[in-house]
Every structure is written in structure tokens, then in C-alpha cells.
């Protein structure tokens, strides 16, 4: 984000009118900027995400923003964030979201380095129950990260954003950089056939995202690292993760086994879909599958 927040912010006021009334923002990011607001008709808080004002002014990526954003508003789950409206107005492109008062599990990690192995296995069945949702709507997130998931509430109930945003920003082609120098995705979590390029990418690509932010759950630590975005996505395509036994010796044989399935190389021996993986993760049953 090159505009500056005291830029940034009169301009949304602007597009927005009486409507909302702007308090603050919540975070900032290759995606956009993101504002606590306050519903004046419907006397709620809510979140506006606007897209980065260089590539709102690129008119193909204003209407695929905005067709994505219209697409992830149809999805409606106790565990993603829903959209209430999308807009434009003062050179600017926005949508308007439910509000999570909690943290994102990047914001936790953070905090606490490795989490308790019962929190993990919640936290990633109820991403998998909103991937599920949405991949039924052939809705494919593309950027499942620690910063995506947030916690609401004392509890920590799992609240999945930004369905569909990494797609309007590159076109659906893969490709981890707009026109405008925007890094789509977060090479980290990128699935193999994310990192290789591929033009066809499906929910088991959500899978293993969901993999790699389990892995690092579980042990603190991300599975790969290198020096260069290249480096990170050479190993995503070529390399097995170190064992997860040897980084959480407590962690459970089938929780360990669901991981490691997320993080298989090929699509065709991960998950057939989010729900078998969430179906596991309640049973505490993993079957027909070794490494």
C-alpha cells in the first residue's frame, strides 16, 4: 500500500456518504487496507476492506474484484466472514464485512508460538468446514494463511476471509504478481501447483494451504524456509516437510496423518474434499492413506 492512511481514509468517507462512519483501522496488507466502521442503518460494526488505489484505477481488475467479491457474498457458513455489499466511488473499489472482535491465528502464533494439539485440531476442522462450504460453490480461497483465519470471541471461533480476493488480483492465472507489483498469495502457503503456475487450481489446493498452517500449529515453525521467494517455491514443489513426529512427538498418529495428507505433492493423493477431512478429524480416524 503506497497511499498513506490520512490519504487513504477521507476518501472512503466520501464514497461511502451517511451510510458508514469510518473509526479506525484494523490492518493493512498487499490485499488492502482494512477499516473498523459502524453501520448507521442497521446500527452494527462492521469491516471495509478497499482494494490498493493503483490497482482500482486498472478497470479489468475493478470488475473482477468486484465479480469475486459478489461471488464470496453468496457464501453463508458459521465459520467465513460474510460480505454484505461491494461498492466504488472516489477512485476507490470496497466491501463492506461482518466485524470478528478476536485475533487472527497469525496474531496468536505470534503470541504463543505452538498451540495446544486439541486447539489445533479444532481450529483446522473448522477450516475445513468453511472450505467445504465454499468449495461446493466452486469457491476456491487461494491464500489460506494464519493472517485469513481469525478467532472471535473468547472462544476462538474460526472465522475464514478474503474467499475470492487472491483470484480478482491475478486473474485466476496463478501468477504471484499483478501488473502492478502486488504479491498474490503468500508464497509460504502456496500450494505446489499455486508455486508451478498452473492455470487449473482447485479446493485441494486449499487443502494443502490448511497443511502448511497446521504444520506450523503444531510445531511453531513453517516447513519451508529459504532466503528467496523462488527458494520457498522450489521446496513447496520439491520437498517433503521433516517429519512432524520429530518436531511434536505428543501430537496423535491420525492428526499427524490428516496433516500430512494436506501436505502430499500431488493433488490426487490429499483429501478428496474438505468435508473428508473434517469427517476425519472428528473420528480421530485416518484410513486408507500412508505417506
Keep these: 500500500m503506497t497511499e498513506p492512511t490520512s490519504a487513504l481514509a477521507p476518501r472512503l468517507s466520501e ?3 451517511n451510510a458508514f462512519t469510518i473509526e479506525g483501522e484494523i490492518g493493512r496488507g498487499g490485499m488492502g487496507v482494512v477499516y473498523r466502521a459502524r453501520d448507521e442503518r442497521l446500527k452494527r460494526r462492521v469491516a471495509i476492506k478497499v482494494l490498493p488505489p493503483e490497482l482500482a484505477y486498472q478497470a479489468e481488475i475493478r470488475a473482477r474484484f468486484t465479480r469475486e467479491a459478489e461471488t464470496a457474498a453468496r457464501l453463508s457458513h458459521p465459520h467465513i466472514v460474510p460480505i454484505y455489499t461491494v461498492g466504488e466511488g472516489s477512485g476507490l473499489v470496497y466491501f463492506v464485512m461482518g466485524y470478528v472482535d478476536g485475533e487472527s491465528l497469525g496474531s496468536r502464533l505470534k503470541r504463543r508460538g505452538k498451540l495446544p494439539v486439541e486447539e489445533v485440531r479444532r ?3 473448522e477450516v475445513a468446514d468453511a472450505l467445504s462450504a465454499a468449495h461446493a460453490f466452486s469457491v476456491i480461497h487461494r491464500d489460506i494463511k494464519p493472517d485469513n483465519i481469525l478467532l472471535d470471541g473468547t472462544r476462538g471461533r474460526v472465522m475464514v476471509t478474503d474467499f475470492g480476493i487472491a483470484k480478482a488480483m491475478s486473474g485466476g492465472s496463478g501468477s504471484t504478481l499483478t501488473s502492478a507489483g502486488v504479491a498474490i498469495g503468500t508464497p509460504q ?4 501447483e499455486q508455486a508451478a503456475r498452473e492455470r487449473e487450481i482447485d ?3 486449499d487443502h494443502y494451504s490448511l497443511g502448511i498452517v497446521s504444520y506450523q500449529m503444531l510445531t511453531g515453525e513453517l516447513p519451508f524456509n529459504a532466503p528467496t521467494v523462488a527458494g520457498v517455491l522450489m521446496k513447496q514443489i520439491t520437498e517433503m516437510p521433516p517429519p512432524l513426529e520429530e518436531r511434536r512427538p505428543d501430537c496423535p498418529e491420525d492428526l499427524a496423518l490428516a496433516v500430512t495428507r494436506c501436505l502430499e505433492k500431488d493433488p490426487e493423493n490429499r483429501w478428496p474434499s474438505a468435508d ?3 469427517r476425519a ?4 480416524t485416518v484410513t486408507g492413506y500412508r505417506p
Design 276 to 278: 473428508a477431512l473434517r
Design 123 to 125: 481450529i483446522m476442522k
Design 203 to 205: 479446493g485441494r489446493s
Design 15 to 17: 464514497a461511502l456518504g
Design 281 to 284: 478429524l472428528e473420528s480421530r
Design 189 to 192: 502457503y502456496m500450494s505446489p
